[in-house]
């Protein structure tokens, strides 16, 4: 959509958002962050070999992902969908956001009045959000059973010491509280694939698929968020999927969710 630079920066964002959703509106496409009907959901990703071979989930080139609205992928689309059917949008006194999606953020803003915490190891990344802050996730600087929901998604699968980010996010969920901890997947691995000395970034895209991962979950991954604490229950996301239009959000059906839980 060709709006000059000098435009854009002056025009506020609903406005943006209004003018966004006439010039792509089209009936292919639904994306219940934004709620809008679409023409199409623009390409993402990054096809390599070893996406196929393992079949991981949530990772490489996916044909319909991003909605050109609010920029949410189909990730960010299933998730809300379980959000949604679950009436788990709700007013929360506090919410942890680590590596905050913005098209989910901005969907999730308007609904916490609370304490909502956008964080990231370098939150200078994240321009389009407000009021970020440094968060490193095996050490949150944050008291314990202190959140009643957290989102961290595809963030595990980047950090050497995940065991330790876990056992720290299971810290600060309060008792009967939500995470909700979402990683690329192999369904094909029988264990995790890690190891030290992938130094080298072809080494890792050939084994993990991107350059910045440093490892490929398994389905034991679940045993790892036990192993610290929670009680994990995985939603397969064509659970969620009803006959009529939730096909046109593309997701990935394949894809599960992981909502892990405390209750003590
Ligand atoms: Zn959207």
């Known amino acids: 959509m060709l709006i000059p630079m000098t435009f854009r920066r002056i025009i506020p964002l609903s406005v943006k958002t209004a003018l966004k959703r006439i010039y792509y509106f089209g009936n292919s496409c639904i994306c219940n962050v934004c709620h809008s009907r679409l023409r199409y959901f623009r390409p993402a990703g990054l096809a390599h070999e070893v996406i196929d071979e393992l079949m991981i989930i949530g990772g490489g080139l996916y044909e ?21 059917k679950n ?12 590596a905050p999606e ?21 939150p200078q990344l994240y321009a389009e959000i407000d009021s970020m802050v440094k968060i490193d996730v095996t050490k949150i600087a944050f008291p314990d059973n202190y959140f009643e929901f957290i989102l961290c998604n595809h963030v595990l699968e980047h950090i050497p010491a995940d065991l330790t980010a876990m056992k720290d996010i299971y810290r600060v969920l309060a008792i009967g509280g939500t995470a909700i901890l979402q990683v690329p997947i192999s369904l094909l691995l029988s264990e ?3 190891g030290n000395g992938f130094e ?4 890792r895209i050939s084994l993990f698929g991107q350059k910045d991962h440093v490892r490929v979950y398994a389905m034991d991954y679940v045993n790892r968020l036990k192993s610290v604490g929670f009680l994990v229950s995985m939603v397969p996301v064509n659970s969620l999927i ?5 096909g046109k959000m593309h997701l990935d ?12």
């Open 200 to 203: 080298n970034e072809e080494q």
């Open 102 to 122: 913005v098209g989910l953020y901005r969907a999730l803003k308007k609904n916490i009045s609370g304490q909502y915490v956008c964080g990231d190891f370098d």
């Open 64 to 84: 319909h992902d991003i909605c050109p609205v609010c920029l949410s992928s189909y990730r960010q689309r299933s998730l809300m969908l379980y959000l949604q």
């Open 242 to 246: 009803d006959s009529g239009n939730d």
């Open 253 to 264: 059906e394949r894809e599960i969710l992981f909502v892990c839980s405390k209750n003590q």
């Open 87 to 98: 009436k788990l949008i709700r007013n929360y006194a506090s919410v942890l956001h680590i």
């Open 192 to 194: 995790t694939r890690e």
